[in-house]
C-alpha cells in the first residue's frame, strides 16, 4: 500500500480505519488482495442500499453498454433518462400523490444541497438558511455553511454566512422544546433571527452521530416553517432511498418538503448521481442558469430505474428492513444492557442504527479497529466521534448481520477485558 501513502492526498480518510487493498465485492462481503473476507456494515457510507454488485442491476448496466448506450448528455433527452423519470413517477411520486419537479444536479450529494439553498434563495429573495446542530450536508461553501461540525467548518478557509444554528430535536435534552425556541425568534423582532428563506434539516442525523427526530417535532417543524413563509428541505441524501424502511424517511410523519435532496443510494449501484425533488411551484429556474456538465449520468439512470422498479414496486423492501431493524435493535440493547464499564445508548431507525458511549467518546474507535480485525467494516459518527454506526446493506443476509452483529459484541468484549486498552482509555486508573 506504499503508493497510497506515497501519491494519495493526506485528505484520505476511511483507508485509515480499514488499512487493506480491496478487490471484490458481492451484497455485503468484501475480500480483499490477501483473500481476506469482511462483512460490510458501511455501505458505501449510504450509498449501497442495495448490495455491492447487485445482480439485477448488473445485467441492465451490461446491456445498455453493450449496446453503446448514450453515457454522457449534460441535460439532453436520453431513453435512460426518460426511463428514469417514468419509473420515479410511477412508483414513487404517484403513490404518495406528491407533485414535485426533478433537478438533475452535478454528481453527488452537496451538489443537490447547493442547488436546493440556491433555489430556496432565489425564490424567496432571502439569505439566510436555518439549520440544525449536528447537521451534516456536505463540505462544498454552501454544504459545510449548514454543517455544524467544526472539523469541516474550519477547513473552509474563508468566513460561513447566511446561515443560523437551530438546536435539533433533544439537543438541549428531552424536557426543552427546541422548536418553541426556535419558534420565540422568529416572534420576536429584536432576536437578531433574519426571517429564513429556508430550513433544511435531517429526519435522522447520520453523520451527526445518528440523531433520529421525533415525529411530531417534524410536523411542528413543517407547521412552523408553513406559518413564516419558510421553505422546508429535508436531506435525504443518506437516509432516503429506504434506509429508514420507507423509500422517503419523512413519509412515517406524514409531511410534504418543499425541497427533497437525494444522493448516495439513488443510483442503487455506486454510481454518483443527485436529484432536487421540488414543489411545482418553486421551480422557477431560467433554463442553464444552475448547471453542470455531469449533471445527467446515464448509467446511474439505468440502474436506478431498474432498483425502484423492482424493489418498490410492491412492499416486500420495506417490510424487510422494518424486520431486520428490530432484529438489529433489539441485539444492540441486549449489547448495551450486558456491559457495565460503560453507558451505551441505543438510537435508530430502520436500518440506520448506533451505539452511543457520550462519557468515553474514543471507545467506538477501538470497537472499529477490533471489529475490522475479526473481519467487519463498521465507522463511527458523532461530534467526537462516540457513535458505533450501523449501516448495513438493506438486503445483506440475514446470517451475515448476526455474524456482524456478533463480531461486535465480541469486539466490546476483547477491548473492555484488554488492560491496556482500558487505561488508555482512562477507564481504569495505572497503579
Known sequence: MSIFKRLESNVRGYCRSFPT???????????????NEYIDFLAGAGSLNYGHNNPQLKTKLLEFLERDGMLHGLDMHTDAKERFLEVFEKRILSPLELDYKLQFTGPTGTNA???????????TGRTNIVSFTNGFHGVSLGSVAATGNSH?????????????????????????????????????????????????VETVQGEGGVNVAGIEWLQQLETLCQEHGMLLIVDDI???????????????AGI??????????????????????????????????????????????VSAAEAIEYYWGDYQLSREVKRKGELIQERL???????????LEVRGRGMIWGLACQECPDLSGKITEAAFKRGLIIETSGTDSHVLKFLPPLTIEEDLLTQGLDIVAESYKAVLEDEVIMKELGLITSE
Not at 444541497?113 to 425564490?123: C, F, G, I, N, Q
Not at 440493547?333 to 453507558?343: E, F, L, N, T, Y
Open 21 to 35: 487493498t480491496f478487490t471484490k465485492a458481492q451484497n455485503a462481503t468484501l475480500r480483499d488482495d490477501k483473500g
Open 333 to 343: 440493547q441486549d449489547i448495551a444492557d450486558s456491559i457495565i464499564d460503560v453507558d
Open 152 to 200: 469541516f467548518r474550519d477547513a473552509a478557509g474563508t468566513p460561513l454566512n447566511n446561515v443560523t444554528f437551530m438546536p435539533y430535536y433533544g439537543y438541549l435534552g428531552d424536557n426543552i422544546d427546541t422548536l418553541e425556541y426556535f419558534e420565540a425568534l422568529l416572534k420576536d423582532n429584536s432576536s437578531g433571527l433574519d426571517l429564513p428563506a429556508a430550513v433544511i
Open 238 to 252: 443518506q437516509v432516503g432511498c429506504g434506509r429508514t424502511g420507507d423509500f422517503f424517511s419523512f413519509e412515517q
Open 113 to 123: 444541497v447547493e442547488a436546493a439553498l440556491k433555489l430556496a434563495r432565489k425564490v
Open 256 to 301: 410534504v418538503p418543499d425541497i427533497v435532496t437525494l444522493s448516495k443510494s439513488l443510483s442503487a449501484y455506486g454510481l454518483p448521481m443527485s436529484l432536487v425533488l421540488m414543489k411545482s411551484e418553486l421551480d422557477q429556474w431560467e433554463p442553464g442558469e444552475h448547471n453542470g456538465t455531469f449533471r445527467g449520468n446515464n448509467l446511474a439512470f
